[in-house]
Antibody
Framework: EVQLLESGGGLVQPGGSLRLSCVASGITFSTHAMSWVRQAPGKGLEWVSAIGGSGVNTFYADSVKGRFTISRDNSKNTVYLQMNGLRPEDTAVYYC?????????WGQGTLVTVSS | DIQVTQSPSTLSASVGDRVTITCRASQTISTWLAWYQQKPGKAPNLLIYKASDLQSGVPSRFSGSGSGTEFTLTISSLQPDDSATYYCQQYNSYPKTFGQGTKVEIK
C-alpha cells in the first residue's frame, strides 16, 4: 500500500520560513516525480511545485517561484518543500502527491498558517 | 502557462438527475485532462484521466469527454454520495493547473 506522510506544518509569522517533509512508502520512490498541491481554507486546489525522480528537474507555480524550493532525498524516500518569505496568502493545507496520472496518490495534508 | 476555467462554480440537482460540468483550457492540451472529486477534509480522488478514461473503482455513472480545449464531466444519474466539489486539472505541461472547482449539492 502506498502511503505519503507529510510533516512540518505549523504557525509562522509573515516573512518567516518553514520546511515541509513528505515520506513515501510502498513505492519505488526514485522512479516517481513528486508534487506539492495546496488548498487555502475554503478555497480550491492549487498546484505548487514538482520534482522529477532524479531531482534534477524542478517546476514551480508563479505564485511561489523564487520563494519556495522543492528537493528530494531518494535514500530517505523523502521530498521537501522549503518555504521562505512566507505570506498570509500561503496559508493552506499542503498535500504531497504523486500525480503521474493515472497513478495518483495523496497524503493527508499538513496545515501551514502564516499569521502574526 | 495554461489557464483552466471551470463552470459552473456551484450546482444544485436532484437525485437521479444528469449533471454536466465544463472545463476550458486556454490552449490546446489534447486529452491531457483529469477530473477529481473532493469531499470536505479529504484529499482529492481521481475519477477520470486522459479526458475520458475511468479510473479503476470509480462508478460508471461518471464519464468524461472532450479534447483540445473543451471538456466535460458528466454524472449520468446523481447519487447522494456524489455531493462534493469537482476539479479538472490539465497535465499537458507544467504548471499543472487546476480549475476553480464546482460544488455539487443535492436538492
Amino acid at each position: 500500500e502506498v502511503q505519503l506522510l507529510e510533516s512540518g506544518g505549523g504557525l509562522v509569522q509573515p516573512g518567516g520560513s518553514l520546511r515541509l517533509s513528505c515520506v513515501a512508502s510502498g513505492i519505488t520512490f526514485s522512479t516517481h516525480a513528486m508534487s506539492w498541491v495546496r488548498q487555502a481554507p475554503g478555497k480550491g486546489l492549487e498546484w505548487v511545485s514538482a520534482i522529477g525522480g532524479s531531482g534534477v528537474n524542478t517546476f514551480y507555480a508563479d505564485s511561489v517561484k523564487g520563494r519556495f524550493t522543492i528537493s528530494r532525498d531518494n535514500s530517505k524516500n523523502t521530498v521537501y518543500l522549503q518555504m521562505n518569505g512566507l505570506r498570509p496568502e500561503d496559508t493552506a493545507v499542503y498535500y504531497c502527491a504523486i500525480l503521474q496520472i493515472p497513478l495518483d496518490y495523496w497524503g493527508q495534508g499538513t496545515l501551514v498558517t502564516v499569521s502574526s | 502557462d495554461i489557464q483552466v476555467t471551470q463552470s459552473p462554480s456551484t450546482l444544485s440537482a436532484s437525485v437521479g438527475d444528469r449533471v454536466t460540468i465544463t472545463c476550458r483550457a486556454s490552449q490546446t492540451i489534447s486529452t491531457w485532462l483529469a477530473w477529481y472529486q473532493q469531499k470536505p477534509g479529504k484529499a482529492p480522488n481521481l475519477l477520470i484521466y486522459k479526458a475520458s478514461d475511468l479510473q479503476s473503482g470509480v462508478p460508471s455513472r461518471f464519464s468524461g469527454s472532450g479534447s483540445g480545449t473543451e471538456f466535460t464531466l458528466t454524472i449520468s444519474s446523481l447519487q447522494p454520495d456524489d455531493s462534493a466539489t469537482y476539479y479538472c486539472q490539465q497535465y499537458n505541461s507544467y504548471p499543472k493547473t487546476f480549475g476553480q472547482g464546482t460544488k455539487v449539492e443535492i436538492k
